[in-house]
């Protein structure tokens, strides 16, 4: 047996026990594991402690990892020993009870501490606070608290921050007469500005929370128990109970006194190592990244997960680039999501909407288009649309209102508010059949991202509509636990990189196969779900020029057909334009016959399906069809649906025919991110529904076409942005392909054109790809005329395969010979 | 009572190409061989078992298998489903003999 190196993590809080959890979920056997952590438990969420004060949790409610978990996983925990020092020359870390412990790897996770601000008469003579004085950050905290709070009528709260209110609202509801006092002149004023500030006031007021503002506590009073407190204008409050929670600060005299380097926080780089000792780590709220030292749950989250995969070797290029920071959360009842920025730089768009009456407060701060920032004070509905903007960038609607006012109008007839509030029987995915109530379980069961919800109970793996319910269900489930999954902003899993970073390092490093972009950018490690991504972006950089290796393509790609639910498959020769003739559909007819077809079948887009063909026929049956493919089983351009124009249609005022089978014969088979399926109308009648494909040309009067993209008429109906209107079927071409192409580079894998166009934004397509602001449009062109011309016809590897077996399930197998 | 393996020789490695999997009939028995491109050879049942699907047409990937009907993943080395409930695959030693042949062990 192998030594495992050995692994000290110093905290056994949300970052110390996530990291590991992480590690042994990667790798179980990658460390010998002790970690130190000084409260004599094993892991809380520590979100939940409010809810303990409240007595709305249980304390044994809140625990994520049992003592008996870190038994399970062998990990060596060390619960109620303090560090007391770190011995870097050694390799050892020292705890205060005498224990040693060696390291190879060390990881600081000490989190932070409620700042206390020197008051007179806080600390008595025995050096212990004030009878009836608490600080809000621990189990034992909390209980202490509940504790005293038992003979108490009346509580101050020195803090008008997130944590002081939350403490507020725990002692409010155990009836006690509650006060917040807090130095600036409005609430929580890291979060939001004044006017926010002052809608939380007047909520607080509501619930019978009264609060001070502007006033200094210089003073604790009373003899052995605190009787009031005194401010710096002379004036005093009564009270018998006092929690302070004027702010945290990170844990670092630790590493301060091993010499590392402290600033803020424990300085650490994208691979959150410190700056002078290689072998020691800092994550969570007691680090400092780029400057940043953070105090909320999901950046910590990330860091874990990036730390975990590069110690145990899951992708040692994993690198943490820093969190956009946003949070959701209820203030005293009342409903608060914040993000990014609240006051605006110059030059930013500011839209506002405020309502009193019912404590509705709406900013967005909106920057180069996009959400920079956004406070929502007490209209939940809105929160999740704005969060996923912010932090996937998108491009806001022209119409703000759109994004502040999500239900308004006739979108949502009366229906429930939100996934959140359908029973447990309710169906959430309607492809596989997953409930509310089996979302819930898995939340419950450990799925903190929408990916792993998704991965474990199958939901949104079908048609992938209803992801936005299932994500409502996650945030209802989990809270402020919801992680945000960095892998989904990737291009593919497997892959820690944004598109145009992996585009970017791909052609830096000449890569030019799957195995080799798993072997420079993902650690080695080969991920099944990335392939057939990978497979299509190479296509998609390389056009021709890669090597192509035929294990990483689904099967469909493999073989040039649709795999059937019984195995077989289905044969759909092109059609240009739906339009055939005799001989084609006698010829079809013939093949059907002679191959005994158990299904013959007219598709959608106006073309004829064989199916039912086993796969070692397929070559077979192409040959005889002698027509090229239809790839109607690949993730490329599909089909374009036509109807019959000028040429029979008394309506047609421009010939969709021509134009249909003029692009089917450019742009067949050009690879995509996702299926692409494009039809032409001869009028705007619209007989071929062009306005709800991926890219639709409409004919209008005068003799011109409009060219519509981002449509859909599937699991997501859209109708699609005029991109621009042109006056020839040429200029049609010209437009289609370059759209194609701008899609094909910038897409994520799987994001069809609709969700590709309301990200981006049809304004900045018009900028980038009609007014070519960007001075791209002739290598877009150029790039899409390259993919054109490499076009080959995949049907004629029927006659000639690329091995041997490719149209074989079944190996032929010498004579069986037993060797016993 | 207990039932002594028996080797069946299933010919060259070379009928399965780099990355992929293909079907053997063994004894009656369907069994899917995959050949990893790290060179590791794992062999399993060749229907999955949430609904038949046929496992040699997946996607191959670390140690891993993903059905190509409804996506379920399975770890080749153990035949468990990965992150999905559903019946486990069955496992048998696959081993290259010096002669480049395949053989699989069936109980």
């Not at chain 1, 009870?97 to 989190?111: F, K, N, R, S």
């Not at chain 1, 946003?326 to 730089?345: N, Q, R």
């Not at chain 1, 793996?461 to 209802?476: D, F």
């Not at chain 1, 192409?622 to 109607?632: E, I, K, N, Q, V």
Request: net charge neutral; hydrophobic share 40%.
């Amino acid at each position: 047996m192998r030594t495992r190196p050995k692994l000290v993590v110093i905290g056994n809080g949300m970052a110390g026990a996530r990291l590991v959890e992480e590690i042994v979920a990667r790798d179980p056997a990658a460390f010998e594991i002790t970690m130190f952590g000084d409260e004599p438990y094993g892991n809380y969420n520590r979100i939940l402690l409010s809810g303990v004060l409240a007595g709305t949790h249980d304390a044994k409610d809140i625990f994520i990892n049992p003592l008996a978990w870190y038994d399970q996983m062998n990990v060596r925990l060390h619960a109620g020993v303090r560090v007391s020092r770190i011995d870097r020359d050694r390799q050892q870390v020292i705890g205060d009870d005498g224990t040693v412990a060696d390291y190879e790897v060390l990881v600081i996770a000490t989190g932070s501490s409620a700042f206390v601000p020197p008051l007179d008469g806080l600390v008595t003579d025995t050096g212990r606070y004030r009878d009836g004085v608490f600080v809000f950050r621990t189990l034992d905290d909390c209980a202490a608290i509940r504790n005293h709070a038992a003979g108490s009528t009346r509580a101050a709260v020195i803090g008008g921050g997130l944590l002081g209110l939350e403490a507020a609202r725990g002692l409010r509801q155990l009836d006690l007469d509650v006060h917040v006092v807090h130095l600036m002149r409005h609430l929580m004023e890291v979060q939001l500005d004044e006017s926010a500030g002052e809608m939380l006031r007047a909520a607080m007021d509501r619930l019978g929370v009264t609060t001070h503002l502007g006033r200094r506590t210089t003073a604790v009073l009373g003899d052995a128990r605190v009787t009031g407190l005194m401010f710096d204008d002379g004036s005093r409050l009564e009270c018998d109970l006092v929690v302070v929670s004027a702010g945290i600060r990170p844990n670092v005299s630790l590493a301060r006194d091993a010499n590392l380097q402290v600033e803020r926080g424990i300085v650490v780089g994208d691979d959150l190592r410190t700056a002078n000792d290689p072998s020691v780590f800092a994550i969570g709220e007691c680090a400092q990244h780029r400057g940043q030292v953070y105090g909320l749950v999901a950046p910590l989250w990330e860091q874990a997960q990036v730390l975990a995969d590069r110690l145990t070797g899951a992708n040692r290029q994993s690198l943490y680039r820093g969190s956009r920071v946003s949070t959701k959360l209820k203030v005293m009842g009342v409903d608060l999501a914040v993000m990014g920025d609240k006051e605006p730089a110059q030059g930013d768009e500011v839209v506002h909407y405020a309502e009193p009456g019912r404590g509705v407060y709406k900013k967005l701060v909106v920057r180069d288009g996009r959400l920079a920032g956004a406070i929502l004070l007490g209209d939940p509905d809105a929160a999740p649309g704005l969060l996923h903007a912010f932090d996937r960038e998108h491009a806001l609607p022209e119409n703000r209102a759109e994004l502040l006012f999500p239900f308004a109008g006739s979108t949502r007839p009366g229906g429930p508010a939100s996934a959140a509030d359908l029973p447990d029987d309710a169906q959430i995915c309607n492809c596989n059949g997953v409930t509310k109530g089996r979302l819930a379980q898995a939340v419950q069961g450990g799925c903190r991202s929408l990916r792993a919800l998704c991965d474990a109970t199958r939901a949104g793996t079908g048609c992938g509509s209803c992801k936005p319910q299932v994500q409502q269900v996650l945030e209802a489930c989990a809270g402020d636990a919801v992680a945000d999954d960095p892998a989904s902003h990737y291009y593919v899993p497997g892959v820690p990189l944004k598109k145009p970073d992996l585009v970017a390092e791909i052609r830096r490093r000449n890569l030019r196969s799957v195995s080799s972009v798993f072997a420079a950018l993902a650690g080695g490690v080969e991920d099944p779900k990335s392939k057939a991504g990978l497979a299509s972006l190479l296509k998609t950089i390389w056009a021709g020029d890669y090597e192509d290796e035929r294990d990483a393509r689904f099967i469909n790609d493999r073989v040039h057909a649709n795999i059937q639910r019984d195995g077989t498959f289905s044969v759909i020769p092109r059609i240009y334009g739906g339009v055939t003739s005799a001989a084609q559909l006698r010829r079809i007819a013939d093949v059907a016959d002679k191959h005994q077809v158990p299904m013959v079948k007219i598709t959608g887009g106006q073309r004829i399906d064989l199916l039912g063909i086993p796969k070692d026929k397929l070559p077979d049956v192409w040959r005889d069809l002698g027509m090229p493919s239809g790839h109607a089983y690949a993730k490329a351009f599909r089909t374009c649906k036509t109807c019959v124009g000028t040429e029979f249609c008394r309506y047609g005022v421009g010939d969709s025919t021509a134009l249909g089978i003029a692009i089917e014969k450019r742009f067949q088979g050009l690879e995509s991110p996702h299926k692409m399926k494009l039809a032409t109308a001869g009028c705007p009648r619209n007989c071929s529904e062009a306005t709800t494909k991926d890219i639709g040309a409409v004919a209008i009067e005068g003799g011109r076409w409009e060219i519509y993209i981002g449509g859909g008429a599937g699991s997501k109906v859209r109708k699609g942005d005029i991109l621009c209107t042109v006056a020839t079927h040429d200029d049609v071409l010209r437009f289609t392909g370059r759209f194609m192409q701008f899609y094909r580079e910038h897409a994520r894998y799987l994001e069809r054109t609709y969700d590709f166009v309301e990200r981006v934004g049809i304004r900045e397509l018009q900028r980038v790809l009609v007014e070519d602001g960007d001075g791209v449009c002739a290598a877009l062109d150029a790039a899409v005329q390259a993919a054109v011309d490499a076009f080959v016809d995949p049907w004629q590897e029927g006659a000639v395969p690329i091995h041997p077996l490719q149209f074989k399930t079944v190996a032929t197998r010498t004579p069986a010979e037993s060797m016993a | 009572m207990s039932v002594a393996a028996t080797r069946h020789s299933l010919g060259p490695l070379d009928q399965i190409p780099a990355g992929e999997a293909r079907v053997f009939s063994v004894d009656g028995r369907a069994i899917a061989v995959f050949r990893c491109r790290s060179g590791e050879l794992f062999a399993t049942s060749a229907e999955c078992p949430h609904r038949g699907g046929p496992l040699a047409d997946g996607v191959v990937g670390g140690h891993a298998v993903i059905c190509p009907l409804h996506g379920y993943l399975f770890d080749l080395r153990t035949g468990q489903p990965v992150g999905r409930e559903c019946a486990p695959l069955s496992t048998y030693r696959v081993t290259l003999t010096g002669g480049g042949d395949l053989t699989v062990d069936l109980a």
